[in-house]
């Protein structure tokens, strides 16, 4: 089955800066590729998300990008706020609503 | 629009009971998903199901199963309870559309397994 592996496990950063986190995933198959932030105590919730014709995908402060032939795919922020902190997760999926998840970072944002 | 409910909240079991725990997906939504989330282990898929059928299936022992009602409620149901299952169990519903199929996630029902 798919394996997804996410890295880093926590990323500390200072305000403004931008933050990258990456993830491999194993099945070539996989054609959707969301990422998932989780605040402490509450849902996960959808922030981005790219399907594998497309190689970059932004909204504002946030950017994924996608490279099929390496499989990997990776999450940018930009001007990171304090409100950034939280859990993100990665996750692909080879169709129907299937998700295999990586482990999550933890992203902290010092004011 | 209503979002994804869940009930119970919480949850506290003792070892070898069983215990049901339900998901009402959104308006429309006919995909229900289950992962289990831990902190070791993460976001783990359950098991998905689209029409009262069960489409898809993840790595976990038969004591965990589920179903799926004609209104796309969901029910999950785990027998013969463990400590390793004291997780947060997340449900989560897609319209499951060929350029839609976001995922929204439920709050979650907290089990502890004394």
């Known amino acids: 089955g798919e394996n997804v592996e996410q890295h880093p496990s926590t990323l500390s950063v200072q305000e403004g800066d931008s933050a990258v986190i990456k993830c491999t995933y194993s099945?070539?198959?996989?054609?959707?590729f969301p990422w998932y932030k989780q605040e402490l105590g509450k849902r996960p919730q959808l922030i981005i998300d790219i399907r594998s014709n497309v190689g970059e995908k932004k909204d504002q402060r946030i950017a994924v990008t996608l490279n099929k032939t390496a499989k990997h795919f990776s999450l940018h922020i930009t001007e990171t706020q304090p409100e950034d902190s939280a859990v993100y997760f990665c996750?692909?999926?080879?169709?129907?609503?299937?998700?295999?998840f990586g482990k999550g970072t933890m992203l902290l944002v010092s004011p | 629009k209503a979002g994804v409910t869940q009930t119970p909240r919480y949850l506290i079991k003792t070892r070898g009971q069983q215990v049901t725990l339900s998901c009402s997906p959104i308006?429309?939504?006919?995909?229900v998903s289950w992962y289990q989330q831990t902190p070791g282990q993460g976001l783990q898929f359950l098991f998905e199901y689209f029409s009262e059928t069960q489409r898809n299936k993840g790595n976990f022992p038969g004591r965990f199963s589920g179903r799926q009602f004609s209104n796309s409620r969901s029910e999950m149901n785990v027998s013969t309870l463990e400590l390793g299952d004291s997780a947060l169990y997340l449900c989560?519903?897609?319209?499951?559309?060929?350029?839609?199929?976001?995922?929204?996630f439920g709050p979650g029902t907290r089990l502890t397994v004394l």
């Open positions: 996750a692909a999926s080879t169709g129907y609503s299937t998700l295999t």
């Open positions: 989560a519903s897609s319209l499951e559309d060929y350029d839609d199929n976001e995922q929204f």
């Open positions: 308006s429309g939504h006919r995909s």
């Open positions: 099945d070539s198959a996989s054609n959707y």
